[in-house]
């Protein structure tokens, strides 16, 4: 294995008096160290050459990628300083101990290296690697997806945290980076998914070096070195690069194609949602067309954590609810929930529901639609759409909730889809418009009164007492409007078109508005 200067200098430098100077390359370019014997002029890219500082010629030519350790101080060094690496060694020591000294350092990156070769050529197990890997990093190591799901996750129990981090482990277990570390991550200015080098940064308290992983130039993961034994050193930098070049051949040698009961489930649901009809996999769903009820939920968190990983939270919700379904359908979070795993005594499925959502996105902030209770999954679609429509009306009516029932906003997306593509102003009749014409030349609204005179199922008590006005003044105001709407308000079909048009003139300033943000 190929090592560069800085692995070198950190190996050396708890036995020896030792300096690292010039020119730092940081890939994998050195192979093992040959004497310098006074005979060439130039030092090659590629080589590590070990000589005294007196045998150092005074002007050699020197390639890029060649490196040199020196015994000893030398007026010409200087002008090496300036085109290669340098490892100075300042005390008088003999060549033959340097020399074992490096043997046994590459020796140590070679046996690694062979030990990472050989799992990647017979069992291809990323948790082997990241094993075989903690002894040249001293540090717990972990590797993430794409999703911030744990591939590896190193065993803390034997190394200092604090109680709320490992209590935080504990909780989460081996299945998905704890949602306050993963915020911590992506809110990190110098993290970065397209970044190729290695990035060390600090995370909750603790120093991390990140190095991503990538499958045909595409992000799928994050190799992990958490310091919380010894410190970071430069050499870690390409070494974990190295380690990171194995698990991606790991990954696209043996990542399984095959989906699990679960996920087949999520594609054929994906499929029903998106008006695919593939009977060919449907046997997937008919063990679960047996009476069991469902709810679909649709939920959207705020654009702060629009870069929220959606396969994270969609493993979160499976977890949490048994039986589940969950994907991404146009940035938001698409669950099947199995409302029969919800139920306890005395309470209703959405209660439960509620109780378990809540704290498991306490962190976050989001807003959730949520369907009528189906037995049908074949029906999916339909149900996506009412969960679709509960969000979308619940933020514009009520955006202070974030939790949202279709049955709340029922009866506004039937107006809605009553009105169909005409605006509502061609449903007025002549009286309406009268009416209209009046409210916007005077600051009495008769709109609004006989808003509510009818939703008062015509009580003057009741209408005097929501309006704030006297018994006269109301009586004078319904005259006119009856007057200028030339209609029985005592025909129950009128009253009822009325209300309608009332409700849809609301809905439509409501929509006019948009959402509080």
């Known amino acids: 294995m190929k090592l560069n200067v800085e692995i070198i200098f950190d190996n050396l430098r708890e036995r020896l008096p030792v300096r690292l100077l010039g020119v730092r390359e940081k890939g994998l370019h050195l192979g093992r160290p040959e004497h310098y014997l006074g005979m060439e002029r130039t030092f090659h890219a590629g080589k590590l050459y070990l000589l005294r500082s007196e045998q150092l010629p005074k002007r050699p030519a020197i390639e890029k990628g060649a490196a040199i350790l020196c015994i000893g101080k030398s007026m010409y060094l200087p002008y090496y300083l300036e085109q290669c690496g340098v490892i100075q060694i300042t005390e008088k020591v003999e060549l033959s101990l340097i020399f074992n000294l490096l043997t046994e350092i590459y020796n140590k990156y070679d046996a690694w290296s062979e030990e990472l070769q050989t799992i990647l050529n017979t069992s291809g197990q990323i948790r082997d690697m990241a094993l075989c890997s903690q002894k040249i990093f001293d540090n717990p190591i972990l590797v993430l997806d794409a999703n911030f799901h744990f591939l590896v996750h190193s065993d803390y129990s034997g190394i200092g945290m604090a109680e709320w981090e490992k209590a935080m482990f504990r909780h989460y277990g081996e299945g998905d980076l704890p949602l ?8 990190h ?19 991390t070096l990140c190095v991503n992983l990538f499958q045909d130039k595409v992000y799928s993961g994050c190799l992990i070195v958490d310091y919380r034994q010894r410190e ?25 194609t095959a989906a699990g009961g679960r996920s087949s489930l999520r594609s054929i649901l994906q499929g029903l949602v998106n008006g695919l009809n593939d009977m060919e996999q449907k046997w997937v769903l008919e063990g679960r067309q047996n009476s069991q009820e469902f709810i679909c939920t649709k939920t959207q968190f705020s654009r702060r954590l629009a ?46 529901f509620w109780e378990y959502i809540t704290p498991m996105f306490a962190t976050l902030n989001f807003d959730i639609g949520i369907s009528d209770p189906f037995q049908d999954i074949y029906s999916a679609q339909l149900y996506y759409l009412q969960a679709c429509s509960a969000l ?6 009520a955006p202070e909730a974030h939790f949202y029932l279709f049955q709340d906003y029922a009866l506004t997306e039937l107006i809605v889809n ?32 006989l808003r509510t005179y009818l939703d008062k199922n015509m009580s003057i008590t009741k209408t005097t007492a929501s309006l704030y006005i006297n018994r ?5 105001r319904i005259a006119r409007i009856k007057r200028d709407l030339g209609v029985d308000l005592q025909d129950p079909d ?9 409700k849809a003139l609301q809905i439509q300033e409501e929509m006019q508005r948009g959402p509080a943000q």
């Open 392 to 397: 979308e009306n619940g933020r514009i009516f």
């Open 232 to 256: 970071h050193l430069p050499s870690d930098d390409a070494l974990a690069k190295h380690l990171s070049g194995m698990i991606e051949l790991a990954l696209r040698r043996y990542s399984s």
């Open 494 to 502: 009128e009253r009822l078109r009325l209300q309608i048009l009332l």
């Open 180 to 187: 306050p570390m993963l915020e911590a991550f992506l809110e």
């Open 418 to 449: 009553a009105l169909g593509r005409f605006p509502v102003e061609l449903y007025y009749s002549d009286g309406f418009r009268r009416l209209v014409d009046h409210d916007e030349a005077s600051n009495v609204s008769y709109i609004e009164t």
């Open 189 to 207: 200015g110098e993290l970065s998914t397209d970044e190729t080098d290695a990035m060390l940064i600090n995370i909750l308290d603790s120093s």
């Open 307 to 352: 870069q929220l990983p959606i396969g994270y939270m969609c493993s979160v919700v499976e977890k949490t609810f048994p039986n589940s379904a969950a994907f991404e359908q146009d940035g938001a979070i698409i669950c099947f929930v199995e409302t029969g795993a919800l139920l306890e005594s005395g309470k209703s499925h959405l209660q439960v």
């Open 472 to 476: 006269s003044t109301l009586l004078e």
